[in-house]
């Protein structure tokens, strides 16, 4: 059995590979930098470091300024990635290098003449600049958060005539600039970052031709947002997202004639190419100065420039963490121009594009880029059942070209919109049952958004040869999403499609959890096991709370028990033909539980037990919610993030220490979801290193344990189930171990439901 490694970083062949961990207690600078015995120092890294290696750099905080002096060659670059990896971006990097209070200390890093070399997921900070580039070409900074004092230096230094620099995806804080390009430098890209410059120009090209300025969202307070001086000719500027946040007025600026969203003096205007900028209305920046002259209006700045095509002077009414519900619009909302030169493949948060249903598409390509550094990846969209239908099937070629189980460590993607009923566009999100079987070795599978980059997070896990269901809700990109076997084994994958969501449809309510059907006690139906071959109509409008008309389909989860004989369930609205689908799988003697939303007909929804044996089982339900033609909540589909994992602390979350495990009675308490107004959240959850039999319950925080269950488990086994519950005060949720052992705990947010 195994689960996705906690902080899990990116593989590279150990022959090519160096490693820093000052935090092992066997780390020497005077040896090689291996795996068993590290570096301490990245200073004693670089100095060692040859063409095509990578230096892996551990989490801790490295209180050095590193001098490289060492290039690497077009075929085989010098890497340093630091413990956020790739893509850490502005997230907090768990590799920190450099100093920043003492006076007089160098860079965290300073580059000098080098060639082909990439830094990434570091902290860098500095007492003035963070990274010196002196010279050289082909220096990579990416995904790094840029930081220091706060003053008149940026956070990296260009100059001694470099060539071919690119500076994407990362972040500068502290109120800084991000970079100064000094005369002589050449070919500069500044791409897809997220500047808060305070008091500070955020990108300044003096003197330096050829520079490339896109996608980049810069706050800057009494200073131009963007400056080319000098030589700066044949410069870029485009996609970019240029504000004010400080103060609107520019009242408190010392030198308000220095203010502007984007300055370019009268050397450096030829050859300049202006379009596709976002200047903040609200920011009281004058949008443009232009060879001397001040302009307000996109339309005088065209006709005196030949510049500012599609340029937009407005308020960016980002909808930021809220999302867009439909009730708001942002000019920077699917309206980049994604051929323009520079352009990063994913956002500042390593996000790939992804359409807005509620916006119309004006970009070019396909219309769906974003201007700035964040694209914006959440939108609040409705409800509508589909099936169930059978869209995955690698034993059948059902959705896939081939009768071929996916391979260990391989991803399949799967193409889900117009296709069984779903629009070609405007689907945010796919409601599968996802079901694993054939497996020749102990696993977990991971499916979320085609494109982006896959999360620690899992949604089934599984030992050798069993068969285990579970309820995927994931958001959908590019019409597709992926599978990834996170198994040393092949493995046969099944999808049941049981819905989508875009803007129309139904709302959901989350309900308290409570008890609707249970065999055992004659609760919802009669007092007896049902038998293979049997169905079981269950009521389900008309009381707790859910509307007697109006439902189009509700959320249980629901449990098999003493079952006699192996066998599956399927859920499918009353009244209708039975499909070919299956929403549980057990074997004799298993208690499962899996979440289903399942579409209503009648009031009514049925659950049939199949087997080929005369085997019975207790069928146990509890409501979780309802979704209804009117009214209801929006459900925000997000990229997988782990809110909670016993085994060890989290990155950027801190919700327990290393080793505390969940004890047989207890409750534990997590904030699972941040975002305001979240009435419910979509996660799965998942528990392993189980010391006794016995069930878990998520319900509401600070609210009365229902007597309900969300996993239920043997001694030994590790469980996953999709979990939809409304939250608590603070976006929390009480996690109930209902075992006399202790048990490891994990929990995976998907989405969240909120108001329109």
Same mark, same amino acid.
């Given at each position: 059995?195994?689960?996705?490694?906690?902080?899990a970083?990116?593989?590279v062949?150990?022959?090519a590979?160096?490693?820093?961990?000052?935090?092992?207690?066997?780390?020497?600078?005077?040896?090689?930098?291996t795996?068993?015995?590290?570096?301490?120092?990245?200073?004693a890294?670089?100095a060692?470091?040859?063409?095509?290696?990578?230096?892996?750099?551990?989490?801790?905080?490295?209180?050095?300024?590193?001098?490289?002096?060492?290039?690497?060659t077009?075929?085989?670059?010098?890497?340093f990635i630091?413990?956020?990896g790739?893509?850490?971006g502005?997230?907090? *990097?768990?590799?920190?290098?450099?100093?920043?209070?003492?006076?007089?200390?160098?860079p965290?890093?300073?580059l000098?003449?080098?060639?082909h070399?990439?830094?990434?997921?570091?902290?860098l900070?500095?007492?003035?600049?963070?990274?010196?580039?002196?010279?050289?070409?082909?220096?990579?900074?990416?995904?790094?958060?840029?930081?220091?004092?706060?003053?008149?230096?940026?956070?990296?230094?260009?100059?001694g005539?470099?060539r071919?620099?690119?500076?994407?995806?990362n972040?500068?804080?502290?109120?800084?600039g991000?970079?100064?390009?000094?005369?002589g430098?050449?070919?500069?890209?500044?791409?897809?970052?997220?500047?808060?410059?305070?008091?500070?120009?955020?990108?300044?090209?003096?003197g330096?031709?050829?520079?490339?300025?896109?996608?980049?969202?810069?706050?800057?307070?009494?200073e131009?947002?963007?400056?080319?001086?000098?030589a700066s000719?044949?410069a870029t500027?485009?996609?970019n997202?240029?504000?004010?946040?400080?103060?609107?007025?520019?009242?408190?600026c010392?030198d308000?004639?220095?203010?502007?969203?984007?300055?370019?003096?009268?050397?450096?205007?030829?050859g300049?190419?202006?379009?596709y900028?976002?200047?903040?209305?609200?920011?009281?920046?004058?949008?443009?100065?232009?060879?001397g002259t001040?302009?307000?209006?996109?339309a005088?700045?065209?006709?005196?420039?030949?510049?500012?095509a599609?340029?937009v002077?407005?308020?960016?009414?980002?909808?930021?963490?809220v999302?867009?519900?439909?009730e708001?619009?942002?000019?920077?909302?699917?309206?980049?121009?994604?051929?323009?030169p520079?352009?990063?493949?994913?956002?500042?948060?390593?996000?790939?594009?992804?359409?807005? *249903?509620?916006?119309?598409d004006?970009?070019?390509?396909?219309?769906?880029r974003?201007?700035?550094a964040?694209?914006?990846?959440?939108?609040?969209?409705?409800y509508t059942?589909?099936?169930?239908?059978?869209?995955l099937?690698t034993r059948?070629?059902?959705g896939v070209?081939?009768?071929?189980p996916?391979?260990p460590?391989?991803?399949?993607d799967? *193409?889900?919109?117009?296709?069984?009923?779903?629009p070609?566009d405007?689907?945010?999100?796919?409601?599968?049952?996802?079901?694993?079987?054939e497996?020749?070795?102990?696993?977990f599978?991971?499916?979320?958004?085609h494109?982006?980059?896959?999360?620690?997070?899992?949604?089934?896990?599984w030992?050798?040869?069993?068969?285990?269901?579970n309820?995927v809700?994931?958001q959908?990109?590019?019409?597709?999403?992926?599978?990834?076997?996170?198994s040393?084994?092949?493995?046969?994958?099944?999808?049941d499609l049981?819905?989508?969501?875009s803007t129309?449809?139904?709302?959901?309510?989350?309900?308290s959890?409570?008890?609707?059907?249970?065999?055992?006690?004659?609760?919802?139906?009669?007092?007896?096991p049902?038998?293979?071959?049997g169905?079981?109509?269950?009521?389900v409008?008309?009381?707790?709370?859910?509307?007697?008309t109006?439902?189009?389909?509700v959320t249980?989860?629901?449990?098999?028990?003493?079952?006699t004989?192996?066998?599956?369930?399927?859920?499918?609205?009353?009244?209708?033909?039975?499909?070919?689908?299956?929403?549980?799988?057990?074997?004799?003697?298993?208690v499962?539980?899996?979440l289903?939303?399942v579409?209503?007909?009648?009031?009514?929804?049925?659950?049939?037990v199949?087997?080929?044996g005369?085997?019975?089982v207790?069928?146990i339900?509890d409501?979780?919610?309802?979704?209804t033609k009117t009214?209801?909540?929006?459900?925000?589909?997000?990229?997988?993030?782990?809110?909670a994992?016993?085994r060890?602390?989290?990155?950027?979350?801190?919700?327990w220490?290393?080793?505390?495990?969940?004890r047989?009675?207890a409750?534990?308490?997590?904030?699972?979801?941040?975002?305001?107004?979240a009435s419910?959240?979509a996660?799965?959850?998942?528990?392993?290193g189980t010391a006794?039999p016995?069930?878990?319950?998520?319900y509401?925080?600070?609210?009365e344990? *229902?007597?309900?269950?969300?996993?239920n488990?043997?001694?030994?086994?590790?469980?996953?189930?999709h979990?939809?519950v409304?939250?608590?005060a603070?976006?929390?949720?009480?996690?109930?171990?209902?075992?006399?052992g202790?048990?490891?705990?994990?929990?995976d947010?998907?989405?969240y439901?909120a108001?329109?």
């Amino acid at each position: 059995m195994s689960l996705p490694a906690l902080g899990a970083g990116t593989a590279v062949a150990a022959s090519a590979t160096l490693y820093v961990n000052k935090l092992n207690g066997n780390c020497s600078d005077a040896g090689t930098g291996t795996l068993e015995q590290p570096y301490c120092t990245v200073s004693a890294a670089a100095a060692k470091v040859e063409p095509g290696q990578t230096v892996l750099i551990g989490a801790g905080e490295y209180r050095e300024s590193v001098t490289l002096t060492r290039s690497g060659t077009v075929e085989a670059p010098i890497t340093f990635i630091g413990a956020g990896g790739p893509g850490a971006g502005y997230r907090a *990097p768990q590799t920190e290098i450099g100093f920043w209070r003492f006076e007089g200390m160098p860079p965290a890093f300073t580059l000098s003449g080098v060639s082909h070399v990439r830094i990434s997921g570091v902290e860098l900070l500095g007492y003035h600049e963070s990274v010196v580039i002196d010279g050289g070409t082909e220096v990579n900074l990416s995904g790094n958060l840029l930081t220091g004092l706060i003053g008149e230096d940026p956070r990296v230094r260009v100059t001694g005539a470099a060539r071919n620099v690119t500076l994407a995806r990362n972040a500068s804080g502290e109120r800084s600039g991000l970079v100064v390009l000094e005369p002589g430098v050449r070919d500069t890209v500044v791409s897809t970052n997220l500047i808060a410059a305070g008091g500070h120009p955020g990108i300044v090209a003096d003197g330096a031709p050829g520079t490339v300025i896109v996608a980049n969202t810069v706050d800057s307070h009494c200073e131009a947002a963007i400056r080319l001086t000098g030589a700066s000719t044949g410069a870029t500027v485009m996609n970019n997202v240029l504000t004010d946040s400080t103060d609107s007025t520019g009242s408190t600026c010392t030198d308000p004639g220095q203010r502007a969203g984007l300055w370019v003096d009268q050397e450096a205007k030829a050859g300049a190419r202006v379009a596709y900028n976002l200047h903040d209305s609200g920011a009281g920046l004058p949008a443009y100065s232009w060879a001397g002259t001040v302009y307000d209006e996109v339309a005088q700045f065209a006709a005196a420039s030949g510049q500012g095509a599609h340029d937009v002077i407005g308020a960016p009414n980002l909808p930021g963490s809220v999302g867009d519900t439909g009730e708001r619009t942002s000019p920077a909302i699917d309206s980049a121009d994604e051929s323009a030169p520079g352009m990063s493949a994913v956002d500042v948060r390593g996000s790939s594009a992804l359409d807005d *249903p509620w916006v119309a598409d004006t970009g070019t390509g396909s219309g769906r880029r974003d201007r700035g550094a964040e694209e914006l990846v959440n939108f609040g969209s409705r409800y509508t059942p589909v099936g169930p239908v059978r869209v995955l099937d690698t034993r059948e070629a059902t959705g896939v070209p081939a009768r071929v189980p996916v391979a260990p460590g391989a991803t399949m993607d799967l *193409p889900v919109t117009g296709l069984n009923g779903l629009p070609a566009d405007g689907v945010t999100a796919v409601t599968m049952n996802v079901t694993v079987t054939e497996s020749t070795g102990g696993g977990f599978l991971t499916v979320y958004p085609h494109g982006a980059e896959r999360p620690t997070a899992s949604n089934l896990n599984w030992t050798a040869g069993q068969t285990i269901p579970n309820l995927v809700t994931t958001q959908v990109r590019d019409g597709k999403v992926s599978f990834f076997n996170g198994s040393g084994g092949t493995v046969h994958v099944l999808a049941d499609l049981l819905g989508f969501y875009s803007t129309k449809g139904s709302g959901f309510t989350a309900k308290s959890p409570v008890r609707l059907l249970d065999t055992r006690e004659g609760l919802g139906a009669a007092k007896a096991p049902v038998r293979q071959g049997g169905t079981v109509d269950l009521q389900v409008t008309g009381a707790n709370g859910v509307p007697a008309t109006g439902v189009t389909a509700v959320t249980l989860n629901v449990t098999v028990a003493d079952a006699t004989d192996g066998g599956f369930l399927t859920a499918y609205p009353h009244g209708e033909q039975r499909p070919t689908a299956s929403s549980l799988n057990w074997v004799k003697g298993q208690v499962v539980p899996n979440l289903v939303t399942v579409p209503v007909k009648d009031g009514k929804v049925s659950l049939f037990v199949a087997g080929s044996g005369p085997g019975q089982v207790q069928l146990i339900a509890d409501l979780a919610g309802c979704y209804t033609k009117t009214g209801g909540d929006q459900f925000h589909a997000l990229v997988p993030v782990r809110k909670a994992d016993t085994r060890g602390s989290l990155p950027w979350y801190d919700e327990w220490e290393p080793g505390e495990t969940v004890r047989g009675g207890a409750t534990r308490s997590v904030e699972v979801v941040e975002y305001p107004g979240a009435s419910a959240v979509a996660m799965n959850v998942t528990v392993t290193g189980t010391a006794a039999p016995g069930f878990l319950t998520v319900y509401p925080d600070a609210t009365e344990r *229902p007597v309900v269950s969300n996993l239920n488990w043997v001694t030994g086994q590790t469980v996953p189930n999709h979990v939809v519950v409304a939250t608590g005060a603070g976006g929390k949720n009480a996690f109930y171990n209902g075992s006399q052992g202790d048990v490891e705990l994990i929990a995976d947010l998907f989405g969240y439901f909120a108001p329109a």
